[in-house]
């Protein structure tokens, strides 16, 4: 049974940091490139960051220079650091890995930053 459990949001003002976990069980976790998604209210999921099996990052142009993802095979963790946060990054992070039968979704973490 494969489970994501994200962990590390909360409130913090602008200009600040915040450091995502994404902890994976059931799964391969190194063979799969795992993905973060946030949800803004009343505004569609939209992919965040990426990061391959075996490193190799991608992000949103909106977090670019900003966020940074990276992996600990050994401890099936992902993360997501988060510097010079902004009022719209606001959101409900999730994380994410698709397997060739399925896409598997955390729970979520809410990160609210205050101007």
């Known amino acids: 049974q494969v489970q994501l459990v994200e962990s590390g949001g909360g409130l913090v003002q602008a200009g600040g940091s915040l450091r995502l976990s994404c902890a994976a069980s059931?799964?391969?976790?190194?063979?799969?490139?795992m993905t973060w998604y946030r949800q803004a209210p009343g505004k569609q999921r939209e992919w965040v960051a990426g990061?391959?099996?075996?490193?190799?990052?991608n992000y949103a142009d909106s977090v670019k220079d900003r966020f940074t993802i990276s992996r600990d095979n050994p401890k099936k963790t992902m993360y997501l650091q988060m510097n010079s946060l902004k009022p719209e990054d606001t959101a409900v992070y999730y994380c994410?890995?698709?397997?060739?039968?399925?896409?598997?979704w955390g729970q979520g973490t809410q990160v609210t930053v205050s101007s």
């Open positions: 990061i391959t099996g075996g490193g190799v990052t």
């Open positions: 994410k890995v698709a397997t060739s039968t399925y896409d598997y």
């Open positions: 059931g799964i391969a976790f190194s063979i799969y490139t």
